[in-house]
Structures are given as C-alpha cells and as structure tokens.
C-alpha cells in the first residue's frame, strides 16, 4: 500500500501568489514525522518543513507552512508569495517514529513551475 | 559544519562492472540512508544504516549492498552493473531517526 500520496504530477502558479501542494498519508502508528523536500533541476534535495505527529500547530518555515490535518491524514505544503526560484519538484515524506525504526516513505513528487 | 558529501559526482561504467560510491555524512550525524532516483521509478529507497548496522533495506536485488564505518562514513557497492542502474544515487544522512534528513548532491552513474 502507498504509504505517501502525491496527486498533483505539475502546477502552475502565478509569481507572487501562494499555492498548495497536496499530501496524503498512511500510517497506523501514532508517532511520526512529516517532512517537505524541494529538489531542483540541480538535482540536490533540499530540507523544506517538518511536522510531528503530536505538534499541535502547524509547522510554519518562512514562505513555507505545514497544513497538518491529522483526522484526514494530509499534510499539505502552502508555499505564500511564489519566486521564481521556487520552480522545482517537491516532495513529501513520512516516517513512522514507533518502536519500529521505519524507513523514509516519498512521494512520488510534485513539479511546480512559477510563471513570471 | 559541512554538508553531506559524496563521490564521485559522476560516473560512466559498463555492464558486467562492478562500482562503489561513497557517502560522508554531516559531522555527529549517525544515521545515513541510501536512495536510487530514476525518472520512471522516482525516489527508491535503498537502505540505512545507523551506527554501522542496517537497520532497514529496500527492494533491491543483492546486487546492491552498502556498509557503514565506525566514522559513520558509508559506502554502497553495485555488482555486475546493468543498463537499468543508471540513476542519479543520493545519499541522506540525519542525527536520528527523529530528525530530518539532509542530502547529498548525489552520484549520477550512467551504465554504458
């Protein structure tokens, strides 16, 4: 079973306008951790974002912010004031944090494009 | 503090050979993980190793096997190569397994 769901292959978005990549998940276990990872075209992954499963907030990094909603088990990525620089894929991740050291789950990746 | 570092960069090999990359993690960083990145099967896990035992392992032939040292220092290894090995292998590394992981720029290897 997928243990990560990215529906969204390719976006667009307007430079200066804000967008949401979308994240689902699967686990039974009630300790894990959720991250966001860019990777552009250079090729290196690059640490966005993280949520744990019992933060009660949101995670907010800069431009970056987690919409966490655990009942529905998605973990959205909301990117605000889109750069350019912002062009990559996106990916998203989760590891369950139980007795068992599970390994890092990926997404199959989102790739978003920032319009000038 | 420096970041993961991996070598070589590139890498042209072809079928039947043998090849070994290497990974160096952030410094105090215990935990490092290998993945394959291909643009059909995207990111695959390979396997993790956490002070110097494998703690997990993907779905991949035992053509692929990995060690780790005692200076958290890890290499992967890829037996008789085949046409379908060319990809782009990144190695992460992270303090834990509560913690992140931080990626390396990777290792492209092309299999002739």
């Known amino acids: 079973a997928q243990k990560i769901t990215q529906t969204q292959p390719g976006m667009f978005v307007q430079e200066k306008e804000a967008v949401t990549l979308d994240c689902t998940y699967d686990t039974s276990d009630p300790s894990y951790g959720l991250f966001w990872y860019k990777q552009p075209s250079s090729g290196e992954m690059i640490f966005l974002i993280y949520?744990?499963?019992?933060?009660?907030q949101n995670a907010t990094e800069g431009r970056y912010s987690l919409n966490f909603q655990k009942a529905r088990k998605s973990a959205n990525l909301v990117i605000s004031a889109s750069q350019l620089g912002d062009s990559a894929m996106y990916f998203c991740?989760?590891?369950?944090?139980?007795?068992?050291?599970?390994?890092?789950?990926f997404g199959s990746g989102t790739k978003l494009n920032v319009k000038p | 503090k420096a970041g993961v570092t991996q070598t070589p960069r590139y890498l042209i090999k072809t079928r039947g050979q043998q090849v070994t990359l290497s990974c160096s993690p952030i410094?105090?960083?215990?935990?490092v993980s290998w993945y394959q990145q291909t643009p059909g099967q995207g990111l695959q896990f390979l396997f993790e190793y956490f002070s110097e035992t494998q703690r997990n392992k993907g779905n991949f032939p035992g053509r692929f096997s990995g060690r780790q040292f005692s200076n958290s220092r890890s290499e992967m290894n890829v037996s008789t190569l085949e046409l379908g090995d060319s990809a782009l292998y990144l190695c992460?590394?992270?303090?834990?397994?509560?913690?992140?992981?931080?990626f390396g720029p990777g290792t492209r290897l092309t299999v002739l």
């Open positions: 410094s105090g960083h215990r935990s």
């Open positions: 991740a989760m590891r369950d944090l139980g007795d068992n050291f599970n390994k890092f789950y």
């Open positions: 992460a590394s992270s303090f834990d397994e509560y913690n992140e992981q931080f």
């Open positions: 949520q744990g499963s019992y933060d009660q």
